[in-house]
């Protein structure tokens, strides 16, 4: 029996009957950390039923591909790059939906980490566009998985913080010191860019310069990438592999994890 076969003998029997994307109406979508067999069954749905695609950067050719019969509206967004204005975003969505078109907002990860799908959902509420929200796995923790980094770990740590780098070093930014001291491991998103100044911040904070962190480019695609080092020297092994954004970063105990179940120690 092939793998195909096997797919759809399983669907089969999972009886999946996903619900009706009506005209006017919004679905915010996530299409998870790139890997298509990441999607979910009710994003997969929402994709063929769907007449109006809007989709970010971070979506792999082969997800787009799945709404055959949609019309794409491309609305990526990449740190330091030209793009698509959110508020500008947010009036597409309006617009689409009051033309009668059965719209598709997809997004990397999930819409609601890090994903302004909040920010949408609200302008959608604002206007009175039905809208709902199918959730993706995110890339924070799928990235992890991905290069065997277990999230969790008993007696390593009793949480995960999920943090954006984008505006470190700024006036908007977070207490980088508050999360050292929680000795908790961070995952750090759109933090490329800022990553000498996170590291730094951390040790500041208190984290050792011993403390594992890693750097992990398009978890789940062909193009996956990891850096493993310290927090003292993450900064620099990330810069001299050559590892860009998007990318995620990770400081914690739970980094060592990857060795040992590699085998490695």
Same mark, same amino acid.
């Given at each position: 029996?092939?793998?195909?076969?096997?797919?759809?003998?399983?669907?089969?029997?999972?009886?999946?009957?996903?619900?009706?994307?009506?005209?006017?109406?919004?679905?915010?979508?996530?299409?998870?950390?790139?890997?298509?067999?990441?999607?979910?069954?009710?994003?997969?749905?929402?994709?063929?039923?769907?007449?109006?695609?809007?989709?970010?950067?971070?979506?792999?050719?082969?997800?787009?591909?799945?709404?055959?019969?949609?019309?794409?509206?491309?609305?990526?967004?990449?740190?330091?790059?030209?793009?698509?204005?959110?508020?500008?975003?947010?009036?597409?969505?309006?617009?689409?939906?009051?033309?009668?078109?059965?719209?598709?907002?997809?997004?990397?990860?999930?819409?609601?980490?890090?994903?302004?799908?909040?920010?949408?959902?609200? =302008?959608? +509420? @604002?206007?009175?566009? &039905?809208?709902?929200?199918?959730? $993706?796995?995110?890339?924070?923790?799928? !990235?992890?998985? /991905?290069?065997?980094?277990?999230?969790?770990?008993?007696?390593?740590?009793?949480?995960?913080?999920?943090?954006?780098?984008?505006?470190?070093?700024?006036?908007?930014?977070?207490?980088?010191?508050?999360?050292?001291?929680?000795?908790?491991?961070?995952?750090?998103?759109?933090?490329?860019?800022?990553?000498?100044?996170?590291?730094?911040?951390?040790?500041?904070?208190?984290?050792?310069?011993?403390?594992?962190?890693?750097?992990?480019?398009?978890?789940?695609?062909?193009?996956?990438?990891?850096?493993?080092?310290?927090?003292?020297?993450?900064?620099?092994?990330? =810069?001299? +592999? @050559?590892?860009?954004? &998007?990318?995620?970063?990770?400081? $914690?105990?739970?980094?060592?994890?990857? !060795?040992?179940? /590699?085998?490695?120690?």
């Amino acid at each position: 029996m092939n793998g195909r076969a096997t797919v759809e003998q399983a669907l089969a029997r999972l009886n999946f009957k996903p619900r009706e994307l009506e005209p006017g109406h919004v679905w915010l979508a996530g299409a998870g950390p790139g890997d298509p067999g990441c999607l979910t069954l009710e994003v997969l749905a929402a994709l063929g039923q769907c007449d109006a695609l809007v989709y970010d950067a971070l979506v792999s050719p082969e997800v787009v591909a799945v709404a055959q019969g949609a019309e794409l509206f491309y609305a990526g967004k990449r740190g330091g790059q030209p793009s698509m204005k959110q508020d500008d975003i947010n009036a597409l969505l309006v617009r689409l939906a009051r033309q009668g078109r059965r719209v598709v907002r997809l997004k990397g990860g999930d819409p609601y980490i890090f994903g302004r799908g909040g920010e949408e959902a609200l =302008a959608l +509420a @604002g206007e009175k566009i &039905p809208f709902r929200v199918l959730s $993706g796995l995110t890339s924070g923790l799928s !990235a992890l998985a /991905a290069t065997g980094i277990p999230a969790t770990m008993r007696g390593i740590n009793k949480a995960v913080i999920l943090a954006t780098g984008h505006a470190a070093g700024t006036d908007d930014d977070i207490d980088w010191a508050a999360i050292a001291r929680t000795g908790q491991p961070v995952v750090v998103y759109m933090g490329m860019a800022n990553l000498p100044v996170i590291a730094a911040k951390l040790l500041e904070g208190g984290l050792a310069p011993s403390t594992p962190a890693a750097v992990i480019v398009a978890a789940t695609t062909p193009q996956e990438r990891i850096v493993v080092a310290t927090l003292a020297t993450i900064a620099d092994e990330a =810069a001299a +592999a @050559g590892l860009a954004s &998007p990318a995620l970063i990770v400081v $914690g105990g739970i980094v060592a994890m990857r !060795a040992a179940l /590699a085998g490695e120690e």
